[in-house]
């Protein structure tokens, strides 16, 4: 094509104008897996990712100039997901323990916790995971707390002379929860924002303890990613500093966690 200029520009294709040749590169996609039943942090509304970490990966993705993708995946796939590649990082209200920190490395972003949900039809309401003795409790599967439950189960429970906590994992959090409501088990445990959305929603169910497994929630990328893990950390950083995120934050009655808080949940203390 003699005498044609060739400008070259971020878009999708390419393009011929008045004599001139516009070649157009597709904006690259950062591919973020989550577990889209798990409202209010992570849901569809009109197959539309939605809730707390689609809008805070939507402003990532912006300060990255990428186009966010977001891959429904059940929960406790996410782990292998993100170490077969499926996609680029995990977004989906996942908890800081030591020993997802063996399989993934993290960028802690938010802090949450998990309280005890019962039927609000029963005079039952546990107070502290030692009330859970000689009960059966729901949890979405994978959990943060599970390994916690067993061992005060193991050390607290039996050693007393009580009967074990019968833990029983579900794909989801709503089957967890309504298998509370259906008489299947006794109580749950989730996190604080999806107990009361579980409990308006349903309007069966309540809760019935303060916070009782403190968490700190971060994004999982594969280790030795260390290119993307930069780029995210500082995307993140940048995030953490606007008015929007700070009023996101306000919205979901969480907060940013402090460097002691992101140390202690490494190692398993907080």
Known sequence: MKGIKRITITI????????IAI???????????????????????????????????RMVAEQLNEEPKFMDT????????????????????????????????YIPYMKTGGVILAPLSSTYEPKDVTDLCGKRVSSIQGAAWI???????ANQCVKQGL???????????????????AGMVDAQIEDAAVAKEAADKSGKLHITSPIVYPVVVGLGLKKGNSKLET??????????????????????????????????ALKGTL
């Open 23 to 57: 070649t157009v590169h597709a904006a690259d996609t950062l591919r973020i897996g989550t577990d889209l039943t798990y409202p209010p942090y992570n849901y569809l509304v009109k197959h539309k990712a939605s809730g707390f970490d689609a809008e805070f990966m």
């Open 163 to 181: 009967e074990k906590i019968d833990v029983r994992e579900f794909p989801t959090s709503p089957e967890a929860s309504q298998a509370v409501i």
């Open 231 to 264: 780029k995210l950390k500082d995307a993140v950083a940048a995030v953490e500093k606007t008015d929007k995120f700070k009023a996101l934050l306000k919205q979901y009655s969480v907060s940013v966690p402090d460097a002691q808080e992101i140390d202690s």
């Open 12 to 19: 999708a294709s390419v393009l011929t104008v008045s004599g």
């Open 147 to 153: 390994q916690k439950l067993n061992q005060v189960s």
């Open 74 to 105: 059940r929960f406790a796939n996410l782990i292998m997901g993100i170490n077969l590649n499926k996609f680029d990082v995990i977004a989906s209200t996942l908890y800081v323990t030591p020993a997802r920190a063996k399989q993934i490395s």
